[in-house]
C-alpha cells in the first residue's frame, strides 16, 4: 500500500495574495530551497514595526525563488511581485514553500 502521508503537499497550497489572485503553493525542491534559504536567513525580521528596505529586498527576493514555477511572469517582474505580497501572504508562502503549515 502506498504511502499517502504527504499526498497534501503533493496538491500544493491556495494562497490568496494581497493582488486579489489564489496561487497554489506547493513546497520548494531541494535544489530551489537552498537557493531560497540563502536569502531568507539573510532577512534581519519578518516583524511589520522593524522592516527595513532591505530586508523588503530579501523578502521579494524569496519569494521570487518561491514563485518561480508557479507564476514565472509575477516572479519575473519585481514591482508587480511587491504589488502582489504583503506581510500575511509572504508568511504564508514561506511556510509553505519550506513544507510547513500555511497558518503558522
Do not use: C, H, W
Amino acid at each position: 500500500m502506498a504511502n499517502n502521508k504527504n499526498v497534501d503537499m503533493y496538491k500544493g497550497t491556495e494562497i490568496v495574495f494581497a493582488d486579489g489572485k489564489t496561487r497554489e503553493i506547493r513546497p520548494l525542491t531541494i535544489r530551489a530551497l537552498r537557493e531560497f534559504m540563502k536569502v531568507a536567513n539573510d532577512m534581519k525580521s519578518t516583524d511589520e514595526g522593524s522592516l527595513s528596505d532591505e530586508d523588503i529586498d530579501k523578502m521579494v527576493a524569496a519569494a521570487k525563488i518561491a514563485l518561480k514555477k508557479v507564476d514565472p511572469e509575477l516572479a519575473a517582474d519585481d514591482e508587480a511581485l511587491e504589488d502582489a505580497l504583503d506581510l500575511r501572504s509572504f508568511q504564508e508562502l514561506m511556510n509553505v514553500a519550506m513544507g510547513g503549515d500555511p497558518n503558522q
